[in-house]
């Protein structure tokens, strides 16, 4: 079974305090996805890799940042939260090597609240 | 630029009434469509893909290009289908997926 662990389930954080979201999958996917989840704006990709040390701007990847050091591992970094970065972030994999998008799995979220 | 549109918010049914979730997307290319779904304190999981056309948990989704729409459908809900729903698109040779704004399905007993 595969297997998408975020480190934290509920974080609170104050307006301009660094933020790093951890996320690890054990079934050596090449892709890793990071989403935020909003009531009525559904998942919007904030950033994606497709390999190690490979990082691609999502939709909305405006202050955030991504680092991908190891295969399995991809943290979303917050250099500065704001009130508007309040939301549920998800985590999600997928193999690569085929044509068009594989399966994501999907972490359990960590809800962040920017006070 | 590619876009998933979910147009319902909130579909609400009783057990035994038929469901139909709609989906529909721009892309001029040929698309990739999923369903995925997240349950009550679950993570987020695939129901269904068009290319595997087959039915899951009683669903059914048939892409139609000229209507470029990707409606999930089930003759019969149950109270366990209670659930969010996302349509979402892949376009060709791409990893990445666009998500709609999903439908929440409540089903009444």
């Known amino acids: 079974d595969v297997k998408v662990t975020q480190s934290s389930r509920y974080l609170v954080k104050r307006t301009g305090e660094k933020v790093f979201l951890e996320c690890v999958q054990d079934m050596d996917h090449e892709n890793m996805f990071w989403y935020r989840q909003d009531p009525g704006l559904g998942l919007r990709l904030i950033y994606f890799s497709y390999d190690v040390k490979m990082k691609e701007k999502g939709d909305i990847p405006e202050g955030y940042s991504v680092s991908r050091e190891k295969k399995e591992r991809f943290s979303l970094i917050l250099e500065s939260a704001s009130t508007n970065q309040t939301s549920m972030y998800l985590c999600?994999?997928?193999?690569?090597?085929?044509?068009?998008?594989?399966?994501?799995?999907f972490g359990e979220g960590s809800r962040l609240t920017v006070l | 630029a590619q876009r998933v549109t979910q147009p319902e918010k909130l579909l609400s049914v009783f057990k035994g009434a038929p469901v139909e979730l709609k989906c529909n997307y721009s892309y001029s290319g040929s698309p990739e469509l999923f369903w995925y779904v997240q349950y009550s304190r679950q993570r987020l999981q695939l129901l269904l893909r068009?290319?595997s056309r087959e039915s899951i948990k009683g669903f059914t989704a048939d892409l139609n290009k000229g209507e470029t729409s990707f409606h999930l459908k089930k003759p019969f809900a149950q109270e366990e289908d209670s659930a969010m729903y996302y349509c979402?698109?892949?376009?060709?040779?791409?990893?990445?997926?666009?998500f709609g704004t999903g439908t929440r399905l409540q089903v009444f007993p």
């Open positions: 068009h290319i």
């Open positions: 999600a994999s997928s193999s690569s090597g085929r044509v068009g998008a594989g399966e994501l799995f």
């Open positions: 979402a698109l892949s376009t060709y040779n791409t990893d990445k997926l666009i």
